[in-house]
């Protein structure tokens, strides 16, 4: 499917039964699927997550850190790794860090489930 267009397009995006967000796209609506979810992905806060600061993400990162120590956790750390996926985005496009920094900030994507 083609749906490629150059001028801006405005979306409303369905999350749940009472839950839309409306979603403008300066660009137009990209090529692929693929970059159009890249898109949403990468909007500060992602996609659902409007509510979300810079605190409260940095807060969900440290609460995944304490996760992390804890045995049978898996539930807990997929679901922040899951919130917390923009915040990282965000990180890795505007900051550029090492793998090293990285990994210690987020040793749940190096764990073998992730």
């Not at 997550?49 to 996760?67: D, F, G, P, V, Y």
């Not at 923009?86 to 749940?108: H, L, S, T």
């Amino acid at each position: 499917i083609v749906m490629a267009s150059s001028k801006p397009a405005r979306l409303k995006v369905i999350l749940g039964e009472s839950n839309t967000e409306k979603l403008t796209l300066p660009d137009g609506i990209p090529d692929s699927l693929d970059e159009l979810l890249s898109k949403l992905n990468f909007r500060p806060g992602g996609l659902g997550n409007s509510q979300e600061t810079q605190e409260s993400m940095e807060k969900e990162r440290i609460e995944l850190l304490a996760a992390i120590k804890r045995r049978n956790n898996d539930r807990v750390i997929a679901e922040k790794m899951a919130r917390t996926f923009a915040y990282r985005r965000q990180e890795v496009v505007n900051e550029e860090p090492g793998i090293e920094d990285f990994k210690d900030r987020w040793p749940a994507l190096f764990q073998q489930k992730e």
